[in-house]
Every structure is written in structure tokens, then in C-alpha cells.
């Protein structure tokens, strides 16, 4: 575990309010020991959030002692981050950006239950059973906005895009482009970029899904909402190029394993397209 210093202002909450009764035996531990030897509080980014997972209560804690930079370390437990990330939109739709912010939601035990712990709980069960209550799908047409999505979603996925010009040539690639992004309340958190070849085809140009949020249906309900427009313009195939079978990249073997979950097909490879060591997949789906 790698413990650095932040200071505690540049670190969001993730919860909308802090127990009372919680707060006050924390500020008794704390009285109770050296604080520079308090285990460092665990923290997590995904897309351009840095937030809190656990631990509120003792930042919020060391912030009326008027300590900022804090001990802290990334957290790396398997939690369910799509959960996190609701509870971030919920704290940026509220306004609370840092732990100062929670300074009028001290509240007591019965209240914290009622405003807190409860609508946890219902989240939860939402999310289990209802996930599409919590994800929204749109198209973007605003060339800054697709770019600035393309841009946060790419660079946070560095086992698929690591190249920087490959990633600023995609950034500017998607201007011209059907671009649809599915959101997190306000947090998008994936997006499909479309380029049509002509009336028949078109391909996917580029896409990503931040990868705390893999395998949870999110491709999936993308290419069902492009396919439903594709159809609607009557074109008749979808393509995609992504790393051949013939690299050991295992990242890549997931990402074909899922084209051709959604039904699509290898067609070709290209050896020198993007380079010999990068040998190109072309896929197509018969839409």
C-alpha cells in the first residue's frame, strides 16, 4: 500500500451527511492519539474524480482541527464503484465538492438513518435490479463536449489507448462523428463514436467505457442504441477495427470477446494498417 500526502480539499466526499454521534467518538480517538500516526485514509479517481470511499467522518474530523494535507492511499478493494459514482452525482448535484462542504449536514443518529442510510439502501437494491434507472444514453452534439468526453474517458484507459497522439488524433477525430455517451446521472462514463462509410455501412470509430464499469451491460446497451438508429436509417452493417487475435494483448481479448457477444463477425486483418506490431481486426455485424 503506497501512502502519499493530498491535501483534503482537492479529495470529494462521496456521502451527503455525517452522524453526529459518529463524529463525536471519532474526535475522541483522535484526542486519544498522536495524529501523525493515523492510518492514511482511503481514496479512489475514476474519470476526473478523486474521492473518498471510506473515512469521512475522520477527514471531516481532522478538517475542524483545521489539518489539510492528509495521509492517504488509493483504495484497491473489488467494490462496487457504479454505487461510488451515483453518490458522487448525488454530492455534485447538492454541492458538496470537498469535505468543508458537510459543515451544515452534521446530523444525529435518526436523521442520518432517514437521509442517508436509507436512500442507500434503496440505491442499492436499484442498482442490483434496475440498473437502467441510474444510466442514461445520449447523443452529443457539441464538438467540445465530444471532445472532452473522448479526451477523460481515453486517458483513463491507458491498457487500451496508451499512445498520446493516438489519443489526441482520436479527440479531434470525433467532431465529425455520431457521437453517443451514457451518463451517471451527469458523469458519462462511456461513449460510441460513429463514422457512416457510405449508405450501406458504418463503423464504430472509437469507443471506451471507463473500466471500473466493465462488464455491467454498459457496451451492450450502447450498441443497442446505435443499431436502433443505424436500422432507422437503413443501413445494413456496422463495423469495428480493434486488435487482432494474433497480439497477446489481454485486454484486446476481452474487447473482441465482447464484439462478438453483440453479434459481430471477424472479417479481415490488416498486418501493416497500424503497424506490424499492431496487427488490425476488422469486425462486422450484419445489422
Not at 196 to 223: D, P, Q
Not at 234 to 251: A, C, Q, Y
Amino acid at each position: 500500500m503506497k501512502v502519499f500526502i493530498e491535501n483534503i480539499k482537492n479529495i470529494q466526499p462521496s456521502q451527503l451527511y455525517i452522524s453526529k454521534t459518529k463524529l463525536s467518538q471519532v474526535e475522541e480517538y483522535l484526542d486519544s492519539i498522536d495524529i501523525a500516526n493515523m492510518d492514511p485514509l482511503p481514496i479512489k479517481r475514476i474519470g476526473k474524480y478523486t474521492f473518498f470511499t471510506d473515512g469521512h467522518t475522520r477527514a471531516f474530523a481532522l478538517m475542524k482541527r483545521g489539518i489539510e494535507e492528509i495521509k492517504v492511499h488509493w483504495d484497491e478493494d473489488e467494490l462496487d464503484w457504479l454505487q461510488y459514482l451515483i453518490c458522487i452525482d448525488w454530492c455534485n448535484k447538492e454541492g458538496i465538492k470537498n469535505i468543508t462542504d458537510l459543515k451544515s449536514r452534521v446530523v444525529d443518529d435518526e436523521d442520518y438513518k432517514k437521509l442517508w442510510d436509507a436512500r442507500c439502501d434503496i440505491m442499492q437494491e436499484r442498482t442490483l435490479n434496475d440498473l437502467d434507472y441510474y444510466l442514461d444514453i445520449r447523443t452529443v452534439s457539441k464538438d467540445n463536449e465530444k471532445c472532452n468526453i473522448c479526451e477523460l474517458i481515453l486517458k483513463a484507459l491507458p491498457n487500451w489507448f496508451g499512445l498520446e497522439e493516438s489519443i489526441k488524433e482520436y479527440i479531434n477525430g470525433v467532431k465529425d462523428s455520431t457521437f453517443f455517451s451514457v451518463y451517471v446521472g451527469e458523469i458519462p462514463v462511456g461513449f460510441m463514436s460513429i463514422k457512416e462509410h457510405n449508405e450501406f455501412t458504418s463503423e464504430i470509430y472509437v469507443t471506451g467505457i471507463l473500466e471500473e464499469f466493465h462488464r455491467r451491460g454498459i457496451g451492450k446497451r450502447l450498441i443497442k442504441a446505435i443499431e436502433d438508429m443505424l436500422i432507422k436509417e437503413n443501413k445494413i452493417f456496422l463495423t469495428v477495427k480493434t486488435l487482432s487475435g494474433s497480439h497477446p494483448d489481454e485486454g484486446y481479448r476481452r474487447t473482441r470477446e465482447f464484439y462478438r457477444s453483440v453479434g459481430f463477425y471477424p472479417l479481415e486483418e490488416f498486418s501493416e494498417l497500424w503497424g506490424e506490431e499492431s496487427p488490425c481486426l476488422l469486425m462486422v455485424k450484419k445489422l
